[in-house]
């Protein structure tokens, strides 16, 4: 079975650009809008990789990797956090939070792969054939 990543972005094009990726990729993809049902769905499927955007609904990106960390059944995903917030505040926050990495957007497709493959390399990716 291939490995499962979550898209937590409130922006719909944002999770479809990012599940189509993600799927090219080797990995079966779930989407959450808000931060509550990204904290929901990672505690009840635990996926491999979390794509966080900061920004939206509810609990923001920060305190769902924040929520994540802290849960016996989420702590292992890699979160990566896919913002167009350019602070380095804000870039420091995520990588307190728990985040492993922060990608700015728009992120270059082969850039975002690289990373969630970097935080995932111990699991069974697959690899897109060329």
């Given at each position: 079975?291939?490995?499962?990543?979550?898209?937590?972005?409130?922006?719909?094009?944002?999770?479809?650009?990012?599940?189509?990726?993600?799927?090219?990729?080797?990995?079966?993809?779930?989407?959450?809008?808000?931060?509550?049902?990204?904290?929901?769905?990672?505690?009840?499927?635990?996926?491999?990789?979390?794509?966080?955007?900061?920004?939206?609904?509810?609990?923001?990106?920060?305190?769902?990797?924040?929520?994540?960390?802290?849960?016996?059944?989420?702590?292992?995903?890699?979160?990566?956090?896919?913002?167009?917030?350019?602070?380095?505040?804000?870039?420091?926050r995520a990588l307190l939070?728990?985040?492993?990495?922060?990608?700015?957007?728009?992120?270059?497709?082969?850039?975002?792969?690289?990373?969630?493959?970097?935080?995932?390399?111990?699991?069974?990716?697959?690899?897109?054939?060329?």
């Amino acid at each position: 079975m291939l490995p499962l990543a979550l898209v937590v972005d409130d922006h719909e094009d944002s999770r479809y650009v990012a599940r189509l990726l993600l799927e090219s990729g080797g990995f079966r993809v779930l989407e959450a809008g808000t931060g509550f049902e990204g904290i929901r769905i990672a505690v009840e499927q635990h996926p491999i990789a979390v794509l966080l955007d900061l920004i939206v609904p509810g609990v923001d990106g920060w305190n769902v990797a924040r929520l994540l960390r802290a849960d016996a059944e989420a702590r292992g995903a890699a979160i990566i956090a896919l913002t167009a917030t350019v602070s380095p505040d804000d870039l420091d926050r995520a990588l307190l939070a728990g985040c492993d990495a922060v990608l700015i957007k728009p992120v270059a497709p082969g850039m975002l792969l690289a990373t969630v493959r970097r935080y995932v390399s111990g699991s069974d990716v697959a690899r897109p054939s060329t």
